[in-house]
Structures are given as C-alpha cells and as structure tokens.
C-alpha cells in the first residue's frame, strides 16, 4: 500500500513538473502568428511610447519578427520595420512587459538595431 502511494505521488509530482514546464520564467519562445492583432498592437504601443520621449514621430510598417518570456506577466521582445512618412524605414527591437490581468504594459527597451537601404 505505502509503496503504491509513494509512486503515485511521484508520478503527480513528475506530471506537475512536466506540465508547468513550458511557463517556467526565463526562456524566450517564438511567436508563431506575427499578424496577431494582439502582436500588432504590441508593437502600435512601443512605438507610440517612443515616440512620446523621440524627436521624430515614427509609424509601425510591420513585425518582422517576435518572441515572449513568461515573467510576472509576458515581456514581448519584438522585432519591427518602422519609418518617419516619406523616409526610409529603419528596422528597431522593442520590449514590451505586459500584466493583461491588470491591464498593464511598459516599454522595456526600444532599439535601433539597423537601417534600410
């Protein structure tokens, strides 16, 4: 009897690790729709916050590419084209924590990374 508990609370503790281990904090995974609305409006908000503190007024082109990292709450780290009207399109890193229980966000970081040609 006590050797069959003892594996069966094993076994639940295995499963519980296993289950949960995709949401440990730390590890940063892709995002697998760029086009989420949700991603876009990631990305509409770091640039909009930028521009709060910028001396040009930057309009989001499009993500290029996106991963998340489960921290206490989801840190965004987004990869997008983003331009002044009528000049070249620059490409940017932008890091979004979000706390959506709260309706929290904050820019992290917003980083020039390389410009178009």
């Known amino acids: 009897m006590m050797k069959s508990f003892s594996l069966f609370l094993l076994f639940s503790l295995l499963l519980l690790f296993i289950c949960n281990a995709g949401a440990i904090s730390g590890g940063w995974k ?3 729709d760029l086009q989420d609305p949700h991603i876009i409006d990631i990305a ?3 640039v909009d916050e930028h ?19 489960v921290v ?14 009528g000049a070249k399109v620059n490409v940017y890193e932008a ?13 992290v970081s917003f980083d020039l990374r390389w410009t178009q040609n």
């Open 30 to 32: 892709p995002i697998g």
């Open 44 to 46: 509409k908000f770091a």
């Open 51 to 69: 521009n709060k503190e910028a001396t040009s007024q930057l309009r989001l082109v499009s993500v290029v590419k996106g991963e998340t990292q």
């Open 72 to 85: 206490a709450g989801i840190n965004y780290r987004i990869v997008l084209k983003a331009g002044v009207p």
């Open 95 to 107: 890091v979004v924590w979000e706390k959506t229980w709260e309706k929290f966000r904050k820019l």
